[in-house]
């Protein structure tokens, strides 16, 4: 199985043939959302490659926070679904009240 995939459209699709994805990946719009919120932007991306290193299912979307009190956060998911909710929900991580003890 191949560690290097390419998008159609949202859809994941494996890519055995290195040039193929090395030229697909120098053109390709990866970026499945964008958003600043205060300082703090959140960026989630198609990385290409599968960072499971080869434990369950591949993870090829990567959500990171740059900035504010969570900079540094990071998780990975497997689809473009999953990423666009994985995106909302670190939004949503920086939008939400602290609690307060």
Sequence with gaps: MSDKYILDGHSVI????IFQWGEWFEKANRS???TQIG??????VFLGIDHSFGYG???LFET???GGPHDD???RCSTW???VKMH??????????????
Aim: glycine fraction near 0%; include cysteine; aromatic fraction near 6%.
């Design 14 to 17: 494996p890519c055995e043939d």
């Design 32 to 34: 499945v959302a964008r």
């Design 39 to 44: 300082k703090a932007v959140v960026s989630t």
């Design 57 to 59: 299912l591949p993870l």
């Design 64 to 66: 990171m926070i740059f």
């Design 73 to 75: 956060y990071q998780a």
């Design 81 to 83: 679904d999953e990423a």
């Design 88 to 101: 909302e929900l670190a939004c949503a991580e920086l939008t939400a009240p602290e609690l307060e003890m």
